[in-house]
């Protein structure tokens, strides 16, 4: 399989950005980190979205990535949590097939999901994560904007692909400037890094 990740994260040296692990799940700093402390939670195996996973595996994960939320949180502010689950290249907002949930420092969290809500209509209320098993048919976005708030849409034309990070970086004043490949946002990444992996030494000594 042709995966980005996967070659990373099978690769090791001084330069990794992995800055912790949970259970077989990596936080680190995304490329395109437009506002410090954005980052992704992913698996290190292979899997496509969330919503792939055994709901026994989302019991588990959902309270390992409010850890990595409230961490974050305490640097950085508000942070919503957000995936884009592809499951088809052609569709959907996003088209990469490595899970990864994004962690995003914003401004206002209700923000965010008013503009989803303008695109996409009310969405379904979830429980948690573990709904995203049964919830979704096909490629979906869902968002937390707050711990215990889950929303689900079906991913349609009227989501634009990268569709998290265009509303993020408008709130961010950076809207033109969203995507990852053109704006890697180098610098926030290392300080990112460094900030967050202080943050975890702290709290693990």
Known sequence: MDCAFCA???STGDG?????EDDGWLLLPTVGCFT???CLFMP???????ADLHPNELVRVEPAVERMRARIESVFGPTILAEHGSRDCQLGAS??????LHLIPVPDPDAVTAV??????????????VDLASAAEGPYLYLSPRPGQHVFWPADSRFARQYVRRVCAQLHGVAGQYDWR?????HNQRLTADILRGVFEQQTA
């Open 8 to 10: 990373e994260f099978a």
């Open 16 to 20: 990794s950005r992995i800055i912790a």
């Open 36 to 38: 410090p402390g954005y």
């Open 44 to 50: 290190l195996d292979h899997v496509d979205a969330a």
């Open 95 to 100: 088209c990469c097939t490595h899970c990864h």
């Open 116 to 129: 989803y809500q303008a695109t996409g209509g009310d969405g379904k209320a979830l429980q948690g994560l």
């Open 182 to 186: 053109g704006h890697p946002f180098s």
